[in-house]
């Protein structure tokens, strides 16, 4: 077997910063602000339904050819989306330290909105950036630097400000994600893209071809299957993530005590399941990869089943290691799986055909996360967390017709 080459740390350093930014707003809205929103009163079905400020995520790939055809080839093709999207998130963010939730929670959720969508559209280019520089080879842990990067994000953003905004206050939290956009805008600046030359300018496809390119793609045979895949692999975990937070806050605990348990806690075990994930995509095919992380990452979701339930207390004891196992095996799985995207993306069209890919990914998960509000409403928490574990042990099936696909 050929020794596999190590992707050079210029490459990682730079995707992952880039995608720490992307997770800042993202683990606000995703890990802090229904803690925020269920301390204030605002329903469960309220808190699933904000899920829908991610929009911004499942419709990128309406501008993302824009996106990936458009930039400077002086300053850089992918930095010239990237460095206006980062000063846009600041001055975002800045606004959001003068909206406190209990009195302005509309502007506020139309704030968080518009962050989705300056990270959305700098996601495009990213994702453009690492099919450019990223090899074959580099994929597994090319995705995994990427994912680290995002979840240290949402560590930062959904956790860690959460916690020091008892010091340092509403405003406090905010300035210091604003601070944060500044210095990856301030990175993203000095960093040298490789020079498009005006031959490459002028071979970038048109936008028939694009649109010829992106058909062709999805009538490869075995492509249903691929985007079923992608849709379902996170469809269980979405539903129940969404709701496990406001089941600790329903069980009496803090909103700083859950932060720390799944904020903080459970990313800390997503980043070593991200890196483990990276490897194993690295060293095994990468059905088999995704089949052994989505194996794994079942049975804690089958424990926060038994949580709801009570056949497990709900204690510092048992929540903090179901929490810990169902972010690494989830963390596992991503790059896995987004190493499996990037394979399967015609490069010529790179960041819009990697960006369809995406938004599947996004569109499988984001009705689960919508609706768990309302199905917890509508039953119980142990409902949810069982059509969760049921969802996730299904994706199973589709391991098998994966192994199957063309390379």
């Excluded at 339930?309 to 004891?317: E, P």
């Amino acid at each position: 077997m050929p020794e596999r080459e190590v992707p050079p740390t210029g490459k990682l350093l730079v995707l992952s910063v880039l995608y720490f930014a992307q997770g800042l707003p993202y683990g606000f809205q995703g890990n802090a602000l229904g803690l925020y929103m269920r301390e204030s009163g605002i329903s469960r079905t309220g808190i699933g339904l904000a899920s829908a400020l991610a929009l911004p995520w499942l419709l990128k790939v309406l501008w993302a050819p824009f996106v990936d055809r458009h930039g400077s080839p002086v300053f850089g093709r992918r930095k010239s989306w990237i460095v206006p999207m980062q000063l846009a998130m600041a001055l975002c963010a800045m606004g959001a330290a003068f909206t406190p939730v209990k009195t302005e929670l509309t502007l506020l959720l139309v704030l968080i909105l518009m962050l989705n969508f300056f990270a959305a559209t700098q996601d495009i280019a990213v994702d453009g950036l690492a099919v450019d520089i990223l090899s074959a080879k580099e994929l597994g842990l090319g995705n995994a630097a990427q994912v680290n990067g995002y979840k240290v994000g949402m560590l930062v953003g959904g956790s860690l400000l959460v916690a020091w905004s008892a010091t340092i206050g509403w405003q406090g939290l905010f300035f210091a994600m604003a601070a944060l956009f500044g210095g990856v805008m301030l990175m993203a600046w000095f960093y040298q893209e490789a020079p498009v030359s005006q031959l490459e300018v002028a071979a970038q496809p048109a936008w028939s071809e694009v649109g010829r390119r992106l058909k062709q793609a999805l009538t490869l045979p075995g492509t249903g299957i691929a985007l079923l895949a992608i849709a379902s692999y996170k469809a269980g975990e979405a539903l129940a993530d969404k709701m496990f937070g406001p089941f600790l806050i329903d069980h009496g605990y803090s909103v700083e005590t859950v932060a720390v348990w799944v904020g903080t806690w459970g990313l800390l075990a997503s980043f070593a399941g991200t890196l483990c994930g990276g490897l194993i995509a690295s060293r095994l095919s990468l059905p088999n990869a995704i089949g052994l992380a989505a194996a794994f990452r079942a049975l804690p979701l089958l424990a926060m089943w038994g949580l709801g339930a009570g056949a497990i207390s709900v204690a510092a004891h048992t929540v903090i290691p179901i929490v810990m196992l169902e972010h690494f095996f989830a963390g596992m799985l991503t790059p896995c799986m987004f190493a499996f995207m990037m394979s399967r993306v015609d490069k010529r069209i790179g960041a819009t055909h990697y960006t369809l890919l995406a938004c599947v990914e996004v569109l499988g998960k984001s009705p689960s996360a919508l609706l768990s509000g309302v199905l917890a409403d509508a039953t119980n928490y142990t409902t949810v967390f069982g059509v969760a574990a049921l969802v996730s042990i299904a994706f199973l099936a589709l391991i098998p017709p994966l192994k199957r696909l063309p390379a």
